[in-house]
T-cell receptor, first 115, second 108 residues
């Protein structure tokens, strides 16, 4: 089935560890993005990409890296995990950048706990 | 600052009731999205609209561009409608800005 696939669904890290959250879509969408969701706050943009080889920072990029080597994949890397990065992470994709109204497709989310 | 406000934050209703969730935004937008998030689950797009009204089953979304306001209505609510409903907008060429969500609980 077409959609956005995120892995893992749950992860516990120790402070200082690194890890990569995987995101893949099979809809040939150019625009992909990563958000974090924290209690009492709306989703906040971490990084986004408007196509393969192009990435840019969002609202809360510190402590995270991304790359976009293919249209399908957009992994999010935590360089040195901190308790402040405990959150639920969502990957999303859409056909065009959000400047032109298009439907957004979201992954199932990754619940990350940093201890 | 571009902002999105949702109300109410929490809503509990009896099965069968008509539900309204509101979303207001601060400046002109290019599109507004209504999203649904079930507990522990992913986020699903319900509607995207830039004017007028859209309907899908028991769900209706309206937007008033002049008043900078949108509503999501659920008719004949059911316990399976229990979820967090999120409003998100795009301001011009900027990225999505999200509201904090409305937690809806439908009691059988």
């Amino acid at each position: 089935n077409a959609g956005v696939t995120q892995t893992p669904k749950f992860q516990v890290l120790k402070t200082g560890q690194s890890m990569t959250l995987q995101c893949a879509q099979d809809m040939n969408h150019e625009y992909m993005s990563w958000y974090r969701q924290d209690p009492g706050m709306g989703l906040r943009l971490i990084h986004y990409s408007v196509g393969a080889g192009i990435t840019d920072q969002g609202e809360v990029p510190n402590g995270y890296n991304v790359s976009r080597s293919t249209t399908e994949d957009f992994p999010l890397r935590l360089l040195s995990a901190a308790p402040s990065q405990t959150s639920v992470y969502f990957c999303a994709s859409s056909y065009q950048p959000y400047g032109v109204p298009t439907e957004a497709f979201f992954g199932q989310g990754t619940r990350l706990t940093v201890v | 600052k571009n902002e999105v406000e949702q109300s109410p934050q929490n809503l509990t209703a009896q099965e069968g009731e008509f539900i309204t969730i509101n979303c207001s935004y601060s400046v002109g937008i290019s599109a507004l999205h209504w999203l649904q998030q079930h507990p522990g689950g992913g986020i699903v797009s319900l509607f995207m609209l830039s004017s007028g009204k859209k309907k899908h089953g028991r769900l209706i979304a309206t937007i008033n561009i002049q008043e900078k306001h949108s509503s999501l209505h659920i008719t004949a609510s059911h316990p399976r409608d229990s979820a967090v409903y999120i409003c998100a907008v795009t301001f011009g060429n900027e990225k999505l800005t999200f509201g904090t969500g409305t937690r809806l609980t439908i009691i059988p």
